[in-house]
């Protein structure tokens, strides 16, 4: 079993930055795919990020390509997400996820059977 816990959300204006962290704990994530996910309010979930457990595989919806980039340290057991340029539509709750390293794709929410319990990421027009 993997737990996870989101920390870094908060309120942020317009074209600002923030840095999620998903700390894990329970085993090492480095045989995990890892991916990053978001809810906003009466949407279904969505697909944010994700890294493969060798990290020579990303993947990103098209909404964050070239503003967000994930990443992992096997060393401190935990994953990131860096958000750059947040936009108002950015707001979410957004959740950590794990799968095992045989999951595959990416990008598919009902292949991770491990969620955290989500951090609140709100951006100001």
């Known amino acids: 079993q993997v737990q996870l816990v989101e920390s870094g959300g908060g309120l942020v204006q317009a074209g600002g930055s923030l840095r999620l962290s998903c700390a894990a704990s329970g085993r090492t994530i480095n045989n995990y795919n890892m991916g990053w996910f978001r809810q906003a309010p009466g949407k279904e979930r969505e697909f944010v990020a994700a890294l493969s457990w060798s990290g020579s595989s990303t993947s990103y919806a098209d909404s964050v390509k070239g503003r967000f980039t994930i990443s992992r340290d096997n060393a401190k057991n935990t994953v990131y997400l860096q958000m750059n340029s947040l936009r108002p539509e950015d707001t979410a709750v957004y959740y950590c996820?794990?799968?095992?390293?045989?999951?595959?794709?990416?990008?598919?929410?009902?292949?991770?059977?491990?969620w955290g319990q989500g951090t609140q990421v709100t951006v100001s027009s």
């Open positions: 996820a794990a799968a095992s390293r045989g999951t595959w794709p990416l990008n598919r929410g009902d292949l991770y059977p491990y």
